[in-house]
């Protein structure tokens, strides 16, 4: 595995990774160990994307010379920051302030004093952590400053060792750093969830149909991959193997964090099976990504519901045999439907047509909650991305383009595996999301600061 | 897949499509034709395979109900071995399974009998599959089951072995109303009595499709004139064989419940009638009773 990424990255940037990077880079003796350590511990990545730098430097390996859409700041990019600098400023102030409080036991009014300690309280809590991170981090641009006189010292052991110190710090840092990032960035209600992913074929006919299976069983093996537990829903076929819709509920840890990243439409180009005199055609398909619930987050009371089964006539149970367990659930108040026919026993069915109520529903409700936030983004999650087409895959070229952030990886019947190709991709989308996220944090505070 | 759903329909065989479905899968090692990828479809059926699909199909096409062709069917979570005649479940014993399980598990709560085992004692288990549903639920539960017909009892031991729940269920070939005394001298500790007796009644017996009428065993639809034949005589048994406060869930037609709650207030003193609960389609399906003064 870590042989094939390699494989990808190498060629296309060798000059690129070892000139560009942080120091960290330089490192590691060779660049597999790049995918080791995104995965290890600084998984919120803030790491120079090669992808991004590679396209601008290796403009004979694309056939198309792709404008960078997106840009993926480095971690020192971000710290060399005013606005970061303000804002880590403003929250030590904000803890120091509210420590103070505490430790004081003392408030302003009488009434409102339980409330605010209380308050107070749980922000020093919840800040301790990157308040410590922020402190190590000073400490080490202390120690760093100290080698850096010892550097000049006249013995050379003394420089190698200090060389050494300089080397150990200056990793220490980075990973503060990418820690310090991390904690920034608040985790969506939604995020710790479970999810329901819906496929759809889109335009294209047969083709289209046939494109969605292939990437319905392409998320099948990205959870297996990620150890999640996928479990089929609904499955409508089309006549010639190719699938209409589907959904399957997903979970596993993260597994909303990864995928919401997938929804929208992704298109195919190629020849389709289907065409007989050899022409080219693009076809879509859309995924849906519902983040699913837990049953004390949201509750959906049983009377607004109209559960329809097969059983309408005469007065049914012992008077009727039948296969058809297909089960159908509307919700009355919103006139969502769901229905579940992939079981032989009703009651699976009905389980399993409520779990992608539920999923809608939630989803409904959170579309409401974050719409306003997500508006000015790039990367859409929710119904303003839906239509939006993401991806695409292009057969001939053999490669996939991310529309996003504008990265293109190669290697079409690999990455629908879902195997590390996908996850690569999703990975950098998530850094990107990461950042957009970063950048209105710091945006709000500017407009604060000023 | 399309051939054979012709054929049923010709025959007038109810459900054709789903008929064909169902046995084409199974032939090909699946439960659902969903579940079954792409490749598998599409391959063409070696001789062997073929013959089999022909004669399942044959089976159909004389009404034999699907589940009695393939040979079996799933309840709740679990898949059953099916054979005629015994009764094939309906969907509507799911839901009397989640009944028993829900009060239990609140009974449990409540810690009424928080120490004791619980048993369960069903009557006329058929295949076994509310029994061995609620074995497989409650890990500490024990149970017994009784059916008339020999042709159950042996159905329902095929089902615990393969379900590995032996260890837990007895199983007799007791007929609860000539052998009532036999039964009344074995139990009297039972905490969960359950039952889907034969509850049709007489006159309705005759307009039921061929596929029940022609395969399933008549005993275990009968009810009697008005149904309520068995039922009588389970609730006259039940307070004999209850611990205090023991349950009695049953499934009914939906025109018994006010009936057998008085008949109960008028003829069982030790039985107190605690409510219907409807099912999936909103009638008026079950019945709780419990033992007390």
Known sequence: ?450 | MALWKRHFEESGVTEPDHSSQYIIAHLLGAKTIESLNQEKLTEFLSHDKAQQLWDLCTRRLSRMPVQYVIGEWDFRDLTLKMRPPVFIPRPETEELVELVLADLQLRQETGVRAEAQHICLEVGCGSGAISLSLLKSLPRLRAIALDQSQDAVDLTRENALSLGLQDRLQIHHIDVIKGADTVVSLYDSISTLVSNPPYLFLEDMTSLEPEILRFEDHAALDGGKDGLTVIRQILTLAPKLLSNHGRVYLEVDPRHPPVIQQWVEEHVEELLYVETRHDITDRPRFCILQKGK
């Open chain 1, 1 to 450: 595995m870590a042989y094939r990424r390699a494989g990808n990255l190498m060629p296309r940037g060798k000059e690129c990774i070892l000139r560009r990077f942080m120091p960290i880079f330089q490192k590691l003796p060779n660049v597999s160990n790049f995918q080791q350590v995104n995965r290890a511990g600084l998984f919120i990545g803030f790491h120079q994307c090669p992808h991004n730098h590679c396209q601008s430097v290796n403009r004979t390996l694309h056939t198309t010379t792709p404008l960078l859409v997106a840009k993926l700041l480095s971690v020192d990019e971000i710290f060399a920051r005013r606005s970061l600098q303000d804002y880590l400023k403003k929250i030590e102030s904000e803890y120091v302030e509210s420590l103070k409080i505490v430790n004081s036991g003392v408030t302003e009014g009488q009434l409102e004093g339980e409330e605010e300690l209380r308050a107070k309280r749980t922000k020093v809590s919840l800040l301790a952590p990157l308040i410590q991170c922020i402190r190590e981090l000073e400490a080490k641009q202390k120690e760093i400053a100290e080698t850096e006189s010892l550097l000049k010292d006249e013995d050379p052991d003394m420089r190698e060792l200090a060389d050494l110190e300089r080397e150990a710090c200056l990793e220490d840092i980075q990973s503060l750093r990418q820690k310090i990032l991390g904690l920034l960035i608040p985790e969506e209600e939604a995020d710790l969830s479970d999810l329901v992913l819906e496929v759809t074929a889109g335009v294209g006919g047969q083709e289209a149909m046939l494109f969605t299976a292939e990437v319905f069983d392409m998320y099948q093996g990205f959870a297996q991959n990620q150890g999640w537990v996928f479990d089929v829903l609904e499955y409508m076929t089309s006549e010639i193997g190719g699938l209409r819709h589907a959904s399957a509920s997903i979970s596993g840890t993260h597994s909303y964090k990864r995928i919401k990243f997938e929804a929208g439409v992704h298109r195919v180009q190629r020849v389709p099976k289907t065409e007989k005199q050899g022409r080219m055609h693009t076809s879509t398909m859309t995924v849906a990504v519902l983040p699913q619930p837990t049953e004390i987050s949201f509750t959906i009371n049983p009377k607004d519901l109209r559960i329809e089964t097969k059983r309408a006539s005469g007065a049914g149970g012992q008077h009727v045999n039948t296969t058809d367990s297909a089960v159908r659930i509307v919700h009355l108040p919103t006139g969502v439907v769901s229905e579940c026919q992939q079981e032989r026993s009703q009651l699976k069915n009905k389980e399993k047509a409520m779990k992608v109520l539920r999923a809608k529903l939630y989803s409904m409700r959170l579309e409401e909650e974050t719409s306003k936030r997500y508006n000015a983004r790039k990367i859409q999650i929710g119904t303003k991305g839906r239509s939006e087409k993401i991806r695409t895959y292009n057969f001939p070229q053999d490669r996939i383009t991310d529309h996003r952030i504008g990265m293109t990886v190669h290697d079409v019947r690999g990455f629908l595996m879902g195997e590390d190709l996908l996850e690569e991709m999703n990975s950098s989308l998530q850094d990107f999301s990461n950042q957009e996220t970063l950048m209105d944090l710091l945006g709000e505070n500017d407009q604060e600061g000023s």
